[in-house]
T-cell receptor
Framework: GAVVSQHPSWVICKSGTSVKIECRSL??????MFWYRQFPKQSLMLMAT?????????EQGVEKDKFLINHASLTLSTLTVTSAHPEDSSFYIC?????????????FGPGTRLTVL | GNSVTQMEGPVTLSEEAFLTINCTYT??????LFWYVQYPGEGLQLLLK?????DKGSNKGFEATYRKETTSFHLEKGSVQVSDSAVYFC????????????FGDGTTLTVKP
């Protein structure tokens, strides 16, 4: 089946630094990717919708200048957490939408655990 | 807006017990419904789905039926195993062009031998 990868799988950084997380669709093209955030023992919260070749659409309450999203190709979206702080520590999960052949399936990446010291 | 409400956990069962995790939803239009499973430290895996009313999704002994009249998509399994211990998320996906997904809060299942 289709695979979505994320890199890195985990990252530890110092407060004030920026961290980039990559999301790749490995065997299909995804014009749309989604970024979610999951706090421990909680559900997934949609942060933004990433559209290839255009600006991302952010959910209410998500700071677009802090969480920069770039969807530069049909197989890659990146999320950059700028000037990270301890409260940004979380599990970040991406998903990619496969609409080939008239279908509409969303595949999830394995997640990236970010810890900000 | 769309919302998903699922049974609060945690749920603890003995091996071979019957499992039900309730899920109800509120949505405009006609969403697709999903159950995902998340094992510790991992991302989400699709367990099963149903795209229209009265459809039954099934996989690995789990099943759920899309009930439009009760806006429900309850997850069931006749005989659980220790390996089924995980967090289960009910979700709906908006079938408009946006394709956004909304998740329930998750239910933690622990199966004891």
């Amino acid at each position: 089946g289709a695979v979505v990868s994320q890199h890195p799988s985990w990252v530890i950084c110092k407060s004030g630094t920026s961290v980039k997380i990559e999301c790749r669709s490995l065997d299909f093209q995804a014009t749309t990717m989604f970024w979610y955030r999951q706090f421990p023992k909680q559900s997934l919260m949609l942060m933004a919708t990433s559209n290839e070749g255009s600006k991302a659409t952010y959910e209410q309450g998500v700071e677009k200048d802090k969480f920069l999203i770039n969807h530069a190709s049909l197989t890659l979206s990146t999320l950059t957490v700028t000037s990270a702080h301890p409260e940004d520590s979380s599990f970040y999960i991406c998903s990619a939408r496969d609409r080939a052949g008239g279908g509409d399936t969303q595949y999830f990446g394995p997640g990236t655990r970010l810890t900000v010291l | 807006g769309n919302s998903v409400t699922q049974m609060e956990g945690p749920v603890t069962l003995s091996e071979e017990a019957f499992l039900t995790i309730n899920c109800t939803y509120t949505a405009t239009g006609y969403p697709s419904l999903f159950w995902y499973v998340q094992y510790p430290g991992e991302g989400l895996q699709l367990l099963l789905k149903a795209t229209k009313a009265d459809d039954k999704g099934s996989n690995k002994g789990f099943e759920a039926t899309y009930r439009k009249e009760t806006t429900s998509f309850h997850l069931e399994k006749g005989s659980v195993q220790v390996s089924d211990s995980a967090v289960y998320f009910c979700a709906l996906r908006d079938n408009t062009n946006a394709g956004k997904s909304t998740f329930g809060d998750g239910t933690t299942l622990t199966v004891k031998p």
